[in-house]
């Protein structure tokens, strides 16, 4: 074990392992602590969308904004990636169609529709034949659907696998297996980590990562941790046959349907707030496998591949957690609820340019931990 670290992260999630790619190249001395393997957390568990547009809910404006920057940001950050990287992250924007299929569901749709027009955001409105078109292995019945263009995937599993590597091709020193249990500080300075193992590391700043563990870290002072939960999702994946069912990310009601290049299909859409219980079950994975079936029903000969879940860390206010806080040296990049896969960009810029110019950058300063003491 190391003795000690110019930067320390506790996460090798999305969030801890691009912002560390960012320090390490920018010459910074970064060791990433990881509890279990690289992007097994949240990461791993999620569908990898893209989707600021397609998820946009009332009164999330100050989300929307974010992710919608964050998306921007997202093709010269792959290629920056996949370059530093040698790994593609099947980055990929057919766009997002969003599938009402019942009266009710159509209705629905066209508040949704509407909402985004007030957003300013584009959707195309589609009849049951054009969205058909588009996707014909959609159920015939189905009543209308909104296209949504500018909402693309990546594959998360992909893209913690290049974080990875880009990471420790920087400098970066990655230790996996290793559970941080508390944090030294003194007189509101962060001095040390220790591990699970009893370890002690001396580090000048810290940035805490660790999604819905967050909270179970120890030694921090009072009040400086942000409230952050786990939400529980259940995901399975099917073969996407050959030819493949799909080629869009599809959003029905019950379910979601996001297709990767590898041949699977991403089933997922539940949250359940059932702490750090990992099971799958059988209510959860029924229900998922209708809505899929109810979308596509050609899915019901098609080979069941995995079932898994995972923990969205969600904060308090449904708001990731960015920045510094009153702790000198301690850094926050959590709580991204289900957005952590979209806000990657942005989280590993802006929280980047703030520990080394110093300065919060704009887009972020709504979103750091200081919001919960005002």
């Given amino acids: 074990m190391i003795q000690s670290t110019e930067f320390a992260i506790i996460g090798a999630g999305v969030a801890g392992l691009s912002i560390g790619w960012r320090l390490a190249k920018s010459g910074i001395k970064v060791t990433i602590f ?81 909402y985004r027009v007030k957003c300013g955001l584009g959707a195309e409105k589609l009849d049951a034949q054009q969205a058909r078109e588009l996707e014909p292995g959609l159920d015939p019945n189905l009543q209308s659907a909104l296209y949504i ?87 399975l994946s099917v073969a996407l046959g050959e030819p493949a069912i799909c080629r869009h990310v599809i959003r029905a009601p019950d379910a979601y349907l996001v297709p990767k290049s590898d041949g699977r299909l991403l089933i997922g859409g539940t949250m359940e707030e059932r702490g750090f219980n990992p099971s799958p079950t059988a209510g959860g994975v029924f229900e998922l496998l209708r809505g899929a079936w109810e979308t596509m029903p050609g899915i019901y000969d098609h080979d069941l591949l995995d079932i898994w879940t995972g923990f969205r860390p969600v904060s308090i206010d449904n708001l990731p957690v960015l920045g510094p806080t009153p702790v000198d040296g301690l850094w926050l990049a959590c709580g991204h609820g289900r957005n952590g896969i979209l806000l990657t960009p942005i989280t590993a810029l802006g929280v980047a340019d703030a520990i080394l110019g110093g300065a919060v950058p704009e887009d972020l300063r709504g979103f750091t931990s200081a919001r919960f003491t005002i």
């Fill in 149 to 235: 263009a500018s909402d693309h995937q990546v594959d998360p599993l992909r893209l913690t696998q290049a974080m990875a590597q880009a990471f420790k091709r920087a400098g970066g020193q990655l230790i996996e297996n290793c559970a941080i249990e508390s944090v030294d500080c003194q007189g509101d300075k962060v001095r040390a980590l220790r591990t699970a193992a009893g370890d002690r590391v001396v580090c000048d700043n810290l940035l805490i990562a660790a999604g819905a563990w967050t909270r179970s870290i120890k030694g921090i002072p009072r009040g400086v941790l942000p409230r952050v939960r786990p939400v529980r999702g259940q995901m």
């Fill in 34 to 114: 990881e509890r279990d393997a690289a992007g097994q957390g949240a990461s791993r568990a999620a569908a990898g969308m893209l989707a600021p547009s397609s998820e946009v809910a009332f009164e999330e404006d100050a989300l929307l904004h974010l992710g919608l920057k964050s998306l921007a940001l997202y093709p010269d950050f792959v290629a920056e990636l996949e370059q530093d990287a040698g790994i593609s992250v099947d980055y990929r924007d057919e766009g997002t169609l969003l599938i009402g299929l019942d009266a009710d569901d159509a209705i629905a749709l066209e508040h949704t529709h509407d």
